[in-house]
């Protein structure tokens, strides 16, 4: 699964992603680096 990096660094999570999550608008995800 990809996110795509938008203008203003912004990231797109895909749909199906969102859905799992549960997501809304002003959630807060935490990311990490992985090699």
Do not use: C, N
């Amino acid at each position: 699964m990809l996110a795509e990096l938008r203008p203003k660094s912004q990231i797109t999570i895909p749909k199906e992603l969102v859905e799992k999550l549960g997501l809304s608008e002003g959630d807060k995800l935490e990311i990490y680096e992985k090699d």
